[in-house]
């Protein structure tokens, strides 16, 4: 097969585990034979934005198109741009592919999609985080708390502008970004957790598999039997944000009864640091804590054998944390919040330990239990690497195989779903108010209210209805095929009356 991979990053210049976990499949893949290329966003491309270039990477053909740091700013498109898109069906000529594969695309372009489908051919999506039903990616609300309501998008952002600079109400981003992530043929989710939040928000259920991520074994030694060292060593690692709960651990070790015979390492950046550094300082912490800064892979993979535990304090509900993977293939005890994915890889009490999201307490009452019993940790440290063991990349690409080669092209799955291209003005004030109400409306929760500018005509030619001005754009929408389509006025009474029909 030839399989494309997509991907906002790609290595070596990446973000986190899921960039990792891109090239690690592709790599995998291309060990069984399998002609593999990359199509990915580059920020600070050398020839700018836009621009697109190829070179080969670890034997992989990667074309890399150039982003900006704005693409990732939550509050603009970071869902579409048909630039984008046509540059990816440059790839598409270039590469020929029979099988698409598209992990994080925030920063590229879901259009994408829509270009594959086109083609008539197989495509899959990998879901690393919430993106494709909560633009924050993290689900925190605003207060801090985990949001259960997948309909209310526009309490924590009510706008977000398009590629082109134009203001819309959220919906339409909520709407766009779920109705073209149906047009994938399958999901891949690492875990159960995440494929069931995408289930409850509305996403097909017979489009999941479950796929976990694997890790390279090879690259990591189990702990040898040593003397425990003076004091327990503890470390984290990952980006210095709110919603990774760095500051829970620091408030932990400032409580715990034995934290004098805790050594912390903190490994990373982020937004957080010049606050964390201060709170160690604050609390006297200095001689307990150290920040190391970000690590390239072979320093953590050092890292990973040189602790006793790893922590991962997480508020969000995490998906299935790579560093976790790659603490038990070192043979490192893991405690973790017990949130999202984690407690799928994390078993109390069998392969680390789990506390409360937020509870600075229950973390410190496990370090000092750790602490004080020195066997517990080499204990769980060792079942957790037995756990792991079949949980390998190869593994994860053998599932990968016969998915791609099971699969077959998939209808839109949009059975419950009733179309509404969107013509209308954005900014004209009836029409947001229209819009504002059919979101506070149940009966409006199957309604997809597509933006004509950002969907192809095959998606205007399913759609049931255009929402549009009385007069203007009536040419307009000849040209797009959507003449012919009932038209709903600015206010929206129609479509209140056609759904109450």
């Not at 239990?369 to 190869?394: F, H, K």
């Not at 929402?467 to 389509?485: Q, T």
Request: hydrophobic letters at 45%.
């Amino acid at each position: 097969m030839r399989i494309l991979y997509c991907s906002s990053f790609y290595p070596p210049a990446f973000v986190g585990g899921a960039e990792l976990i891109a090239h690690e499949h592709a790599a995998r893949l291309r060990a069984h034979r399998h002609a593999v290329g990359v199509f990915a966003g580059a920020v600070a491309h050398p020839r700018g934005r836009w621009s697109l270039t190829q070179e080969t990477y670890e034997g992989l053909p990667v074309w890399r198109v150039g982003i900006a740091q704005s693409d990732f700013d939550l509050k603009v498109s970071a869902f579409f741009d048909p630039r984008i898109d046509a540059l990816f069906e440059n790839v598409l000529d270039a590469f020929r592919p029979d099988v698409i594969h598209m992990h994080n695309l925030v920063g590229l372009s879901m259009g994408m999609l829509s270009v594959a489908r086109r083609r008539g051919l197989r495509c899959f999506l990998t879901v690393h985080d919430h993106w494709g039903f909560c633009f924050k990616n993290t689900l925190l609300r605003p207060d801090g708390r985990v949001c259960t309501d997948f309909s209310r998008c526009s309490g924590c952002f009510p706008t977000v502008s398009d590629c082109a600079g134009r203001t819309y109400p959220m919906r339409l981003r909520r709407d766009f970004v779920r109705h073209q992530a149906r047009l994938a043929d399958g999901f891949v989710s690492p875990s159960y957790y995440l494929a069931c939040a995408y289930v409850r928000a509305g996403f097909p259920v017979d489009k999941f598999s479950v796929i976990p991520y694997g890790v390279a074994h090879e690259r990591f030694r189990p702990k040898a039997d040593r003397e425990p060292a003076a004091r327990l060593k503890v470390g984290f690692v990952g980006y210095l944000g709110d919603h990774k709960g760095v500051a829970v651990l620091i408030e932990a070790v400032a409580r715990a009864q034995r934290r004098g015979e805790l050594d912390v390492v903190v490994a990373g950046e982020g937004h957080l640091q010049d606050t964390l550094e201060e709170r160690v300082r604050r609390e006297g912490l200095q001689h307990i804590v150290r920040f190391a800064g970000k690590l390239d892979n072979q320093d953590v993979r050092q890292m990973h054998e040189s602790l006793d535990v790893l922590v991962v304090p997480s508020i969000w509900p995490e998906n299935s944390p790579v560093t976790i993977y790659e603490a038990f293939a070192g043979g490192t005890a893991v405690v973790a919040s017990r949130t999202g994915g984690i407690p799928e890889l994390v078993h109390h009490g069998v392969t680390g330990l789990l506390f409360e999201p937020g509870s600075a307490a229950e973390l410190a009452a496990a370090l000092d239990r750790l602490a004080g019993d020195r066997g517990l940790a080499e204990r769980l440290g060792r079942q957790a690497c037995n756990a792991i063991r079949p949980v390998s990349l190869s593994s994860a690409a053998n599932q990968l195989e016969r998915l791609y080669q099971s699969a077959h092209p998939a209808p839109s799955g949009r059975a419950n779903e009733r179309l509404v291209i969107v013509a209308a003005d954005p900014a004209r004030a009836e029409w947001k108010d229209a819009l504002a109400r059919c979101d506070a409306d149940e009966r409006f929760e199957s309604v997809r209210f597509l933006f004509v500018d950002w969907v192809d005509e095959q998606t205007r030619l399913e759609a049931e209805w255009v929402w549009a001005p009385d007069v203007p754009s009536v040419a307009r929408l000849a040209a797009l095929g959507l003449a012919d389509k009932p038209r709903i006025a600015p206010d929206g009474a129609a479509l209140r009356e056609a759904l109450a029909g």
